[in-house]
């Protein structure tokens, strides 16, 4: 790794560090287990106090991106930020923003198209079972309020495993965001309750119609089936919203 502080005004050393630490992940490439400098060489490097580059060092581990070892051949080293952690932040800050089906769904109906079209080469032959067994999985009727829980949680999951073989780091962390965001409105609304069995229809059905086309290859019907599968999806969820809604206010006491 290549240190060059860069001469800030009115900005604490420890930030200018961490910054100057993401800059050499980004210009370099550095990967998880490239070692930093050790505590002297920043000291040195940056003409500060240890306390400072431990303050540097604390925050970059809180954000996930290092880990320090103690010992022989200890020292901070430089960890991948796995997905989960980051798509938690952000749906934790939205959960205040009071979202609803239908605005997910404005951004879904994009990138879920993009997602599976990309995703569509890179699918494995274990990926593929997978979205097979998930189908079949979403196929069977549910006899119990935990099983359209599960249910309506694997149809997201499906979408998952999109992302997972999506080439575009970009794509596969949004497509995953959004759907663990619609996850959480699902379970935190319990939007799985009314009994939609043709939401579940549907889902199966489409899934159904974009395996083949992932098998033929198809990108013309995979970007037209996913486009449909979203529109569709979008109706039922806000129907699903309206009917928890309409529960709650004739469960709700009244004086």
């Known amino acids: 790794m290549t240190l060059k502080p860069a001469r800030r005004k009115r900005t604490k050393l420890s930030d200018v560090i961490v910054e100057d630490v993401k800059r050499s992940i980004v210009t370099e490439q550095m990967k998880p287990g490239d070692r930093l400098p050790n505590e002297k060489d920043l000291i040195d490097l940056y003409q500060c106090s240890k306390g400072t580059v431990r303050e540097a060092l604390k925050a970059l581990e809180v954000e996930g991106l290092v880990c320090t070892r103690t010992g022989p051949g200890g020292g901070a080293y430089l960890v991948e930020a796995s997905v989960e952690p980051a798509s938690r932040a952000l749906r934790n800050f939205l959960h205040f923003r009071h979202l609803d089906g239908a605005q997910v769904y404005q951004l879904r109906k994009v990138i879920e198209v993009e997602l599976a079209v990309t995703a569509m080469a890179s699918l494995t032959t274990v990926?593929?079972?997978?979205?097979?067994?998930?189908?079949?999985?979403c196929a069977k009727i549910p006899t119990s309020?935990?099983?359209?829980?599960?249910?309506r949680i694997a149809e997201l999951e499906f979408h998952n495993i999109l992302a997972d073989a999506c080439s575009n780091p970009l794509l596969a962390f949004m497509g995953r965001f959004l759907n663990d965001l619609l996850r959480d409105l699902v379970v935190l609304k319990k939007a799985y309750v009314p009994e939609?069995?043709?939401?579940?229809?549907?889902?199966?059905a489409y899934h159904r119609q974009l395996m083949e086309a992932f098998r033929r290859q198809d990108a013309g019907a995979v970007r037209s089936l996913m486009a449909e599968h979203?529109?569709?999806?979008?109706?039922?969820?806000?129907?699903?919203?309206?009917?928890?809604?309409?529960?709650?206010l004739l469960d709700f006491p009244h004086d």
Do not use: T
């Not at 939609?196 to 199966?204: I, K, L, P, S």
């Open 196 to 204: 939609r069995h043709q939401f579940g229809d549907a889902n199966v």
């Open 145 to 151: 309020e935990s099983e359209q829980r599960d249910q």
């Open 127 to 137: 990926q593929l079972q997978a979205l097979e067994d998930n189908i079949a999985f």
């Open 230 to 248: 979203m529109q569709d999806a979008e109706s039922h969820m806000v129907a699903l919203e309206g009917e928890v809604a309409q529960k709650f």
